[in-house]
């Protein structure tokens, strides 16, 4: 097989489309014939040498895609050769095969393209236990999303709206702040208007949740947040955090809490339960995945550079 591989940390430059051997299924693994791969922030940040990384050189990064069952795991029924699957949380995906575990695998339905799931299943099950189990939505509340033009962003605004929320999307580029309005946002600024227009949109309460995953921001986004309202850090796009002194949480009665998906989804049941909730909202047409550019994998540092120049509105994906 082929894949798209680095052996030192760099730039994009330091990808290429190279053979490998074909990875070997452990028991309770399936081969996958990959189809479509989500490129992400993090894989960016593990070619830099920033993000933990596994195993040694060379690395094949990539968590999330979908694809066709080459090799099905011995006994298995639920997955045979041909079915259309994906996943969310399985390293090495910037490869023609991946192996993957047979509980991190997700039957496709048959209206859910292979880009359309690489596209969402990992961003739209983090926006989904956001507004779910990180800090419960009601209709009413007033909601700020950091880097809403984002992947993560654009999927959390919708489903904000489809909560009954009243939601400001914050974005750093007038193009992106209109493609926030077009998710739905009622209204979007950039960071330096964040105190003020939330007062605006909240009639000067303050919101009621603040989800932040830039890090650097957090010290706004707690202002931003209304007495007793709360903060969910999920992300450090731009660096971590200032330390957050716990007087200011005591004072204004603030709930700071932090965010993981990988705390979430426990179990093969319960990942596939919730990409079915998720295919559901696509399939009502509440959730209105965005994709920004799709690259052919073997030009993956193409797609690399596209996604660090900060340009990309929505999902960038490789496709094979």
Known sequence: MHALLFEKFGGPDVLHWS??????????????RMRSVGLNFADVYRRNGNYHLSGSAPWILGYEGAGVIEQPAAG??????????????????????VAVDLDKLILLPDDITFDIAAATLLQGLTAQYLVTDSYRVRRGDVAVVHAAAGGVGQLLVQMLKALGASVLGVASSTTKRAAVLAA??????DYGELLAQTKELSAGRGADVVYDSVGRTLGDSLAAARIGGTVVFYGMAAGDPDPVDPRLLMDRSLTLTGGDLWNVLTSASIRRERAAALFEQMR????????????????????????????????VLLTL
């Open 284 to 315: 009502a047409g509440r959730l209105r995945p965005n994709i920004a550019a799709r690259f052919p994998l073997g030009d993956g540092a193409r797609a690399h550079a596209y996604l660090e120049s900060r340009e990309a509105i929505g999902k």
């Open 19 to 32: 053979e490998q051997p074909d990875p070997i299924p452990a028991p309770g693994q399936a081969l996958v």
């Open 184 to 189: 739905g946002a009622d209204a979007a600024c």
């Open 76 to 97: 298995d029924p639920l997955f045979p050769v041909g079915a259309r699957v994906g996943f969310a949380d399985m390293p090495y995906a910037n490869a023609e095969l």
